[in-house]
Structure formats: structure tokens, C-alpha cells
């Protein structure tokens, strides 16, 4: 960069002329930050703080960051409990889970649902105008720091991170099995019943201000998936993420992540009105053989899409859902049958009330469309059906019962999904064939999908011309000085941050000065189990 573009941008006169010898590209260019903000996402009992932790130390060891600001939810939770009216127990993991639990969801329905990150980003701002105080540099100067946000459990919270950061933010979305999260809420001395009851909540609660991780979590950039690995294992995958974002080698797509941008793009296909879906079927090697979506069969063969007599449920009947509609007479015909023993005064809630129940709302039978997992098997046998028996399905949304009788018997060995679908009976009516433990060979494996989302797949995998090589050569970037490869202006983030604090204000929830914390944490605190 020239020395005019550094003086402009601070605001010192150029050599000649206020922009002499500056192009407008460079300009711009010099207001790129190479902060990062890095958010945890996962299931209660993953190991989110190991995550964490090896991000961090990857990045200040082998990438040349300064500094880390390591930002627990929790900790603002337990510092903001009593305005929301909630006392947490001082002693009792369950008791304090819980009330952790309570105070967070008091504290969005109070405060709206993303007061957690609200805090979280005037933390981050707060460390900026610290480093701006120390009068080093005018001006907002582009800083090597990462802000690690550990860990987001609803969907708004991730929403205003996102409008404040956009390309600066990563999340990373941590899941390990049932069986590991189990035994890691055991071993802090929690029953059975008490560890079911926590992930029933974590998962997806009721309320729009409770955690809903099973919501939040597909929108993920990164699936970081661990179970019996080593700590060695862990930290060559966090390092091939921040290769990535960073620019810092050269990588390509797994055959896994292939696969699931196939079907991820495939899912554009369908017009179904209640989820898109899309599956892409592979042999054993990971070679694809097809894809599918879940949309209305045609006759003649395949699916409608588009045109004049486009029959899909979106363009007859005035735009109905089938099945929701079959669901409306089944509640009906149940409260018709028992007419005779609920009084008539309250016939109208016990239909409300039965048409909500949670088993009537699951059922898919009688939905018009083809699932996206039957369809991509059907295009699979009609052009490679002998590659089929031991092959892959990677699917965006975890494969209802339905389906799951046909992957067995399509010869599927590996099931991989991004979405969890709890109200799949696929284990509990066909586990004796499917399972979603990592070490069962003898059966059909659900596991969930580890790799780059398919919604970062083009902008993490894709390069501009000729930008890997020069004079013919590898272009080497030392790991200390590769900066990340989506850039982010710091012109904007003053502004932004700026209203987040302001309304922390008007909610009382902070003082002038802005920030209720002299100096942000630089690494995780471990004493205390996360939510």
C-alpha cells in the first residue's frame, strides 16, 4: 500500500493532492480488518470450550494473531439473572443448569431474543475502543485479534450477528453422538432422567425465547463433527478450517462436501410448502450417482417443474398443503368419535388442542410429494443401480421413517444429514438395521455431516484466476501474514456496533461508559461447565 493511502485513510494530507496517486480500490482496500469473529454452535455436552480452545491457540501460535477475546454467553446470563427475576441455585449441577436455562430465556423475553450477542457485541466493540484509547494509532486501525463467541443457542441471536459481521463471521457448529454427550453430562454427576430432560430443552423449546439449537445450528458455516477422536485429530481439523478462511494453502473439497453441495443445490428444485430437501446418492467411493428433491411425481416418470400444467400443491387448490388439510379431517374425525364424552362447549379446544399435539403435526403420510432421499434413489437405480449397494446418501434433512426403510433396502451403508428432524422414528422402528453410532459397521449409519456448508462451499473453494500461482510458481503466503480471503471494511462496524450498545443502553443494561467489563476474558474459563 502507498504511503499516501496510509495518510489519507488517517487523515494525514497526501504528498500532493488530497487522493494524488491513490486509486479509489486502494483506498478502499486499506479499511480491511483482519479481525475475526468466530461463534460456537452445538448441542449441550459437545465439546464447544475444546473447540474453542483450539482455535485460539491455532491462531495465536501458528497464524500470528495478537490477541483473543474469549466471550461465554453463560457469563453474561449468570451477571444479568436477577434482572430477569431469576435466582440460579449456587450449588447442584442439574439445579444450575436449569436456572441458567430459565434466566437466559427470562432474559429474551424481556430484553428480546438476542440480548446475549447484543452483550456479547459490546464486549467486541468495547475491546476495540480500548485499543483505540491507547492513542497508538488514530482512528480505527485493522487489527490481527479473533473474538470467540461461545456458544449461540437461538436463531436471532445468530441473525444479528450476522447484520453486524457479515463476512467477518464464522460459525462453527460443534456435534458430537448422543452416547459421547451423555457420558460427558454424566460425568458431571448428572442422572439420566436430568441429562434428557437438558437436551429436550436445548434442542428446541416451545417458546421462541428458549434455546433452539436444533434450529440454530444447520446454519452453521463449518460442521465440525468429534467423537473417540485424538486431540491431534481435533486440531488438524480446526487447522484445515482456518486454512481455508485464511487463504493459507491450497485445499479442496472433500468428496463429502461435494456431495452435499450437490444436494443442497438441489433442493432449489422443490416448491413443496412445507421444507425444501435435496439428497445426492453416491457410490462407496463417494462418486456421484444422482441427486433428488422432495416435490409432486409427474406421470410418465420424475417430478413436475414448472409450466402450464404444473400440478405441485403451491399451484391448485388455491395453494393448499395436502397434508395439512388430511391432519385438519383426521382431528375432526377424532373429536366427532368422541362427541359423546367431551362436554360440546368444549369440543372446538379439544380439536385445537389435539390438531397441536405434537404427534398429529409430525405425520407425513399423506403428503403428495416424493421425499428428496426416494427420488435421488430411484434416478440412482435407473442409471447406476449396480454402484448402489454400499454406497452414501447425504441428505440436507435427516431422513424421516418413510425413507428409511428405503435406504435399507436400496443397500445404502451411510446416511449423512445437516438438519435434525426429531420427529424421524427412523431408530426407533428400524434399529435393528440403522444406527447413529460411528463404530456400528454392521448396520446402516446416520451420522451427521462434517465439512464446509454448502452455503460457503463457492466462497471458500473457489479462487480468481491465476491468483494460486506466480511466473508459473505456487504463490506461498507465510501462515503469519495470510489474512482471510472474504474481506470486511472497518468503515461500517463503528456504526453498527454502535447501535447495539445504544440500545443495551435503553434497556439499562449498561452504563455511559458502555461496558460493564475493564478487560474482556483472553481465554476460556474452564471452571465452570458451559450450558
Partial sequence: MSANTLKSVRGEPPAVGKFAGV??????????????VIALCGPI????????????????????????????LSTFIAEHAQTAGVAIP?????????GMIDAG????????NAILTELAINQIRFDRERHKADGKEPGYTARRVVHIIDSIKNEDELALLRLVYRDMLYVVGVYAPLPTREANLKDL??????????????????SKAGQTVGNTFPNCDFFLRTGDGTDSELHRRVERFLHLILGSQVITPTYAETAMYAAAMASANSACLSRQVGATVTDGKGNILSIGWNDVPSVGGGLYSGGVHD??????????????????????????ALSEVIEPSKLARAKEILRNASKLKGLIEFSRAIHAEMHAIL????????????GKLFVTTYPCHSCARHIVAAG???????????????????????????????????????GVAPSRYLTLFRVPQNSRKRDGKLITIPLKESSPRIKKSMEALPALEGLVVQSLREKQLLSERGTEHEQPPTAPDTTQPEL
Avoid at 454427576?189 to 416451545?206: A, C, H, K, N
Avoid at 438438519?419 to 451427521?448: C, F, M, N, T
Fill in 379 to 390: 434416478n440412482a437405480g435407473k442409471t447406476a443401480g449396480d454402484r448402489l449397494p454400499g
Fill in 189 to 206: 454427576g448428572l442422572s439420566t432422567p436430568q441429562i434428557y430432560s437438558l437436551i429436550d430443552r436445548d434442542s428446541g423449546e416451545e
Fill in 105 to 112: 430465556n427470562k432474559l429474551r423475553e424481556k430484553y428480546g
Fill in 23 to 36: 486509486s479509489t480500490a486502494d483506498i478502499i482496500s486499506s479499511t480491511h480488518t483482519e479481525e475475526l
Fill in 45 to 72: 455436552g459437545s465439546p464447544l470450550h475444546d473447540v474453542g480452545e483450539a482455535i485460539r491457540q491455532t491462531l495465536l501460535s501458528s497464524f500470528g494473531y495478537l490477541n483473543c477475546t474469549y466471550l461465554r
Fill in 412 to 450: 445404502i451403508a451411510e446416511v449423512f444429514y445437516i438438519e435434525p428432524y426429531r420427529k424421524s422414528l427412523a431408530i426407533k422402528l428400524h434399529g435393528d438395521a440403522i444406527s447413529e453410532h460411528e463404530a456400528d459397521q454392521g448396520k446402516v449409519r446416520i451420522l451427521a455431516f462434517d
Fill in 90 to 98: 449456587p450449588a447442584g449441577e442439574y439445579a444450575r443448569l436449569v
Fill in 311 to 336: 400440478h405441485r400443491c403451491y399451484n391448485i387448490a388455491g395453494g393448499k398443503c395436502f397434508n395439512d388439510t388430511e391432519k385438519d379431517w383426521l382431528a375432526q374425525e377424532m373429536i366427532d
